[in-house]
């Protein structure tokens, strides 16, 4: 079983302050009583940020199934992205859990 809480800490000091905005866990990992093959992760960046984030999600994607076993698959998004697809995103995320 995932630890959703050793999740949120460890995603929240990998992601780079300066750079992401918000952080949400969302997906089958928020199921109870289900053993995840993934977790699934909304990252809101700065727009002006883009060419940091191949390297940033590259990062945590390798060191997040090191730490935890499991694939990291995440969305990433600059804040105009972000409110272009925002019918969706409120759909995708109205049960995730906010990291940051």
């Not at 999740?7 to 952080?23: A, D, P, Q, Y």
Request: glycine share 4%; net charge positive; with cysteine.
């Amino acid at each position: 079983m995932v630890d959703l809480n050793a999740v949120s800490h460890w995603l929240n000091n990998r992601l780079t302050k300066s750079l992401v905005t918000e952080v949400w866990i969302f997906g089958s990992v928020l199921q109870a009583n289900h053993e995840p093959k993934d977790v699934d992760v909304f990252v809101k960046y700065l727009d002006g940020r883009s060419k940091f984030i191949p390297n940033l999600k590259r990062d945590v994607q390798s060191g997040f199934a090191e730490h935890f076993g499991v694939p990291l698959h995440t969305l990433c998004l600059n804040h105009s992205e972000s409110d272009e697809a925002s019918l969706f995103l409120r759909s995708a995320l109205r049960n995730g859990l906010r990291v940051r």
